[in-house]
C-alpha cells in the first residue's frame, strides 16, 4: 500500500493569533456560527485534547457527504500546529480511502494576516495515489472550512475582541 500525501497554502486575512485562537485552539463552536447552510451541527466527545472526537454533521446542501469525525491526534500552540485523523461518513473521494490524517500549521505573514498550510496524508483502499482532481477536492475541503472562518472573524471582529 502506498501513503500519499497533498500539500496547499492559503492566504487568511487575520493574524495568526486570531485564527489559532477562534479556529484551532480547541473550541469548536464557531463552525456552526462561521458555516452556516454547511454543517448543522458540532458535537465533541473528550475534553478537547488529544483523542478528542469532534463530529460535524454537514447540511445536506453540501453534497454526498453526511459526517466529518476527527479525532486530535496533536495539538501544539507554540508551533500553531493540529493534526487530527479524519474520517468522512459519505462523499465521493472519501469512499476512496482507508485513512486519512490532516495537519493545519498556521504561520504568521504580517499584522493582521497568516498563512494556512494543510497537509492531508491519506491512504486509498486500492493502494493507488488519488488522481490529481481528487486530490484537490481532498484538500480543498481543509481550505473552504478555513476561508469560512476568515469570512466570520472579518465580518465579525467585536466578537473575538
Given at each position: 500500500?502506498?501513503?500519499?500525501?497533498?500539500?496547499?497554502?492559503?492566504?487568511?486575512?487575520?493574524?495568526?493569533?486570531l485564527l489559532?485562537?477562534?479556529?484551532?485552539?480547541g473550541?469548536a463552536?464557531?463552525?456552526t456560527?462561521?458555516?452556516?447552510?454547511?454543517?448543522?451541527?458540532?458535537?465533541?466527545?473528550g475534553?478537547g485534547?488529544p483523542g478528542?472526537?469532534?463530529?460535524?454533521?454537514?447540511n445536506?446542501s453540501?453534497?454526498?457527504?453526511?459526517?466529518?469525525k476527527?479525532?486530535?491526534l496533536?495539538?501544539?500552540a507554540?508551533?500553531?500546529?493540529?493534526?487530527?485523523e479524519m474520517?468522512?461518513?459519505?462523499?465521493?473521494v472519501?469512499?476512496?480511502?482507508k485513512s486519512?490524517?490532516s495537519?493545519?500549521?498556521?504561520?504568521?505573514?504580517?499584522e493582521?494576516?497568516?498563512?494556512c498550510?494543510?497537509?492531508?496524508?491519506?491512504e486509498?483502499?486500492?493502494?493507488t495515489?488519488?488522481?490529481?482532481?481528487d486530490?484537490?477536492k481532498?484538500?480543498?475541503?481543509?481550505?473552504?472550512?478555513i476561508?469560512?472562518?476568515?469570512?466570520?472573524?472579518?465580518?465579525h471582529?467585536?466578537e473575538?475582541?
Amino acid at each position: 500500500m502506498v501513503a500519499c500525501s497533498v500539500t496547499e497554502e492559503c492566504p487568511v486575512a487575520v493574524s495568526a493569533e486570531l485564527l489559532w485562537k477562534v479556529f484551532l485552539a480547541g473550541d469548536a463552536s464557531i463552525m456552526t456560527k462561521a458555516c452556516v447552510g454547511m454543517i448543522d451541527a458540532v458535537e465533541v466527545e473528550g475534553d478537547g485534547g488529544p483523542g478528542s472526537v469532534t463530529t460535524m454533521k454537514l447540511n445536506p446542501s453540501v453534497g454526498d457527504a453526511k459526517v466529518f469525525k476527527t479525532r486530535l491526534l496533536a495539538r501544539d500552540a507554540a508551533a500553531l500546529v493540529v493534526r487530527s485523523e479524519m474520517v468522512v461518513e459519505g462523499g465521493e473521494v472519501a469512499a476512496k480511502l482507508k485513512s486519512q490524517v490532516s495537519e493545519l500549521k498556521v504561520v504568521p505573514a504580517g499584522e493582521g494576516a497568516c498563512v494556512c498550510k494543510v497537509t492531508v496524508e491519506y491512504e486509498r483502499l486500492d493502494g493507488t495515489p488519488l488522481a490529481p482532481e481528487d486530490q484537490a477536492k481532498l484538500v480543498h475541503g481543509y481550505l473552504g472550512l478555513i476561508k469560512k472562518v476568515e469570512e466570520y472573524i472579518v465580518a465579525h471582529p467585536g466578537e473575538f475582541a
